[in-house]
T-cell receptor, first 116, second 114 residues
Framework: AQSVSQHNHHVILSEAASLELGCNYSYGGTVNLFWYVQYPGQHLQLLLKYFSGDPLVKGIKGFEAEFIKSKFSFNLRKPSVQWSDTAEYFCAVNAILTGGGNKLTFGTGTQLKVEL | NAGVTQTPKFQVLKTGQSMTLQCAQDMNHEYMSWYRQDPGMGLRLIHYSVGAGITDQGEVPNGYNVSRSTTEDFPLRLLSAAPSQTSVYFC?????????????FGPGTRLLVL
């Protein structure tokens, strides 16, 4: 079965600092990769996704992620964080050979706190 | 366009009680699913549906039932609640069950089972 690991459970940064959140997955076949964000008191929303092509994908609010197939990784980055980026971030994977349906396997999440 | 809506927002149950968590979407999405979110475990798939009348089990289906009689609605039933079902429940939908479709999540239902 596929699994997703997010090694950083809690991250605290100052405004304007750079951000990189790690995400590794275990499945060796073709995958679709997602980053979702959950702002305090809100529901999950999509930040960005990767299916194929350019391994560097850009999402909303200045976020980007790089797919490195050889490392089974899909790390999320932002050059300069803002206080409003305080949220929980989830990496998710959808493997092609896990049967029908748009079934996502989520990581455990990373709680990001940005301090002024 | 309300997107994905869920009711109730919060519920307290006693062990053994039953209840139904409601989920509705107004985007004419074929695919709908239920996840539960627990601290330190991320979101885990409970059940999903690829269209009206078609449902299947996800990663953690035990203790939950679903049905899909219409495209819009996908209720989740707890027949006999247990403390282990204390969690936050999210409903999600996407246009189709194609794996590249973005899933849209509802605001969640926080359930406490005593």
């Amino acid at each position: 079965a596929q699994s997703v690991s997010q090694h950083n459970h809690h991250v605290i940064l100052s405004e304007a600092a750079s951000l990189e959140l790690g995400c590794n997955y275990s499945y060796g076949g073709t995958v679709n990769l997602f980053w979702y964000v959950q702002y305090p008191g809100q529901h999950l929303q999509l930040l960005l996704k990767y299916f194929s092509g350019d391994p560097l994908v850009k999402g909303i609010k200045g976020f980007e992620a790089e797919f490195i197939k050889s490392k089974f990784s899909f790390n999320l980055r932002k050059p300069s964080v803002q206080w409003s980026d305080t949220a929980e971030y989830f990496c998710a994977v959808n493997a092609i050979l896990t049967g029908g349906g748009n079934k996502l396997t989520f990581g455990t999440g990373t709680q990001l706190k940005v301090e002024l | 366009n309300a997107g994905v809506t869920q009711t109730p927002k919060f519920q307290v149950l006693k062990t053994g009680q039953s209840m139904t968590l409601q989920c509705a979407q107004d985007m004419n999405h074929e695919y709908m699913s239920w996840y539960r979110q627990d601290p330190g475990m991320g979101l885990r798939l409970i059940h999903y549906s690829v269209g009206a009348g078609i449902t299947d089990q996800g990663e953690v289906p035990n203790g939950y039932n679903v049905s899909r009689s219409t495209t819009e609605d996908f209720p989740l039933r707890l027949l006999s609640a247990a403390p282990s079902q204390t969690s936050v429940y999210f409903c999600a939908s996407s246009t189709t069950y194609d794996r590249q479709e973005t899933q849209y999540f509802g605001p969640g239902t926080r359930l406490l089972v005593l």
